[in-house]
């Protein structure tokens, strides 16, 4: 290591130690922010400007985090209140953008590491987007359409001060699908008494929503991952793959991966997994997640050849090819890493976002086994979330072949850009450092540009 190097590692480790310390106790939001300033070493070490301009102290402090109450009545006439939150994280590249959650887990310090890998995320996908992320600690589980949508229309009447086309626009994530964005355009379009299409994305096909934004994340994913073993020679034609998650992630993953000629052969939901040695029905699970919002347990009174295990972490015990994350945070830990290694795993896609440990990513990396990181395998959701707003500043519509193609160009473009990147700064064929300095060189080229701010 020489001088600069050493320099550059003190540097990021003071800027890292601030960050503990500044936010005490939010532990999702130290390992996001370490494994960026970890990849961000070669960079700074080779371009002091970005020490010179403070540029790891801004990026790693959102410019704004808005926490807000959320009354709302339950049906039995009960007052209920949770907690909202938006970051609204960086938006030097263009409006804030990033989805909504809706989980019991969500607090400060998972909207922040979501806000803080959504603004690299979305600089990689090459479009204008800046970085912001929300939601509530709200229960989706088990509650009515009508609550649901008491509590979209008390969590949205707050959001609204501080949200619209050209200041942030926010989707879905964990919890928010087409149902709740439906509910939270009509409230804020209530509000505001004009209808302004691009403040939501991932809106219904019949007013202003895009096509193939349902697929995107999914799709998306699977096109990234079959960049990785194309350049390996390797493909998804018979290969086994293991999906966690039965959401709009998992789903749509699902599909394109056996579209590609693979076997996906399990999926999960936070209560456990279904293991289908003949390969998963994907109509049983949409039918049973889509419209009837079942669990997925109830996938083996349709298919009793197939197994239900409680507990999602064993998912990770099926021998596969391939592994596609798609559930949520922190779901591959060191153990279910060694274990995908010691059973074959050849490739890794996080379809979800910071799905492995930062010691499993290592165990990953250092087995030579294709790893796709979350911020560039899972960015197709908010590409075509940025396509939704190009549409719906044309007052204009693609066809859905047009979407998909421009995913598609979109997912090369992230993986070639991150695996360049990769090895212009010494780390040939590592993803996760690739990415992370790819997106990050644009946001903090214009945040130098646009001066202290
Ligand atoms: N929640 C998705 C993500 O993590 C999509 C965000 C969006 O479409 O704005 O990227």
Redesign the pocket.
Known sequence: MNEADVSAKDYVQSVYETVVKRNPHEQEFHQAVKEILESLVPVISKHPKYIEHGILERIVEPERLITFRVPWVDDQGKVQVNRGFRVQFNSVIGPY?????FHPSVNASIIKF?GF??TF??SLTGQP?GG??GGSDFDPKGKSDGEIMRFTQSFMTELSKYIGPDTD??????G?GAREIGFMFGQYRRLRGGHEAGVL??KGIGYGGSLA?TE??GYGAVYFVNEMLQAEGLSFEGSTVVVSGSGNVAIYAIQKATQLGAKVVACSDSNGYVYDEKGINLDTVRRLKEEQRARISEYVKEHPHAVYVEGCEKIWTIPCDIALPCATQNEIDVNSAKLLVENGVKAVGEGA?MPTTLDGIDVFLSNKVLFGP?KAA??G??????L?MSQNSMRYSWHFHEVDDKLHTIMKNIYRNSVQAAEEYGYPGNLVVGANIAGFIKVADAMIAQGVI
């Open positions: 953008k990033g989805g909504l959650r979501l890998e959504q995320k979305n987007i912001g992320k626009v926010p989707a879905g994530d964990i928010v994305t991932g934004r995107a994340t976002n979350a899972n960015a959701g908010v590409a075509v979330s940025a939704e």
